[in-house]
């Protein structure tokens, strides 16, 4: 398993203060999902709870999970909402009673391998209360868009972010399809598309021209919300 202590931190420069960082994620949450006060909702791979810090006032009750003891240190410290719960374990042996309307793995699902994605969705299966929702975030690293800024960059990871420890990468196309070998069904998705510099208006206006196959060349990123279907219920 990947060891998420300070150094990856550190390296990441996720430690330092990074303004607009939250209100950003949290706003493409909201692309996909309606929050209510009345929810329940799991967070999955919470890191240092920057996330979780915005998200804990939306909802009734927030359990954030992290395999890493340093990330849930620093979030507890940090962050001292009464209606959220800290848990150190790993995401895929982790097992709860408690079922969740919302179950959230932003920036998640690509440091899983493919063996290891079967498994999450099994379980993210456990998690979920009859009606429950799961959100994924990805990077798109199969696009065009996103080869040009990995060479730009020259980056050491699989994907233009340059995190070693992303171990899939992902098509729009591909991501819908492990969703469904998992059996889930996605129900609303955003995607954000490189502008190559362009002004917004032009890039946005092109981009609606385009048939979704080739618009898909430029993603960036993806979000869906999904929810289960019937069958896959082997336990984990």
């Given at each position: 398993m990947t060891k998420y202590g300070p150094e990856?931190?550190?390296g990441r420069r996720m430690s330092e203060e990074r303004p607009?960082?939250?209100p950003r994620a949290l706003a493409k949450l909201r692309r996909v999902v309606d929050l209510s006060p009345s929810m329940t909702a799991l967070e999955v791979g919470c890191g240092l709870g920057l996330l979780t810090r915005v998200l804990a006032p939306e909802v009734a009750r927030l359990t954030a999970l992290d395999v890493s003891p340093h990330a849930i240190a620093q979030a507890r410290a940090a962050i001292t909402s009464p209606n959220t719960t800290f848990v150190t374990a790993d995401a895929l042996s982790w097992r709860t009673r408690g079922k969740f309307d919302l179950v959230l793995a932003l920036a998640v699902f690509e440091h899983?391998?493919?063996a290891e994605q079967a498994r999450f969705f099994l379980r993210a299966r456990t998690w979920l209360a009859p009606a429950g929702r799961l959100v994924l975030h990805v990077p798109i690293a199969e696009s065009w868009?996103?080869?040009r800024r990995t060479s730009r960059r020259n980056t050491d990871g699989p994907d233009y972010t340059g995190d070693p420890t992303h171990h899939a990468t992902f098509s729009c196309r591909s991501l819908r399809a492990a969703?469904?070998?998992g059996g889930f069904a996605i129900e609303k998705e955003w995607i954000r598309?490189?502008?190559l510099g362009w002004p917004p208006g032009w890039a946005a206006a092109v981009?609606?021209?385009m048939p979704p196959r080739w618009r898909e060349a430029f993603a960036m990123e993806m979000v869906v919300a999904a929810r289960a279907t019937a069958g896959v219920r082997r336990e984990v």
């Open positions: 990856y931190y550190a607009g960082h939250a899983f391998h493919p868009s996103a080869s969703l469904a070998r598309f490189s502008r981009m609606k021209a």
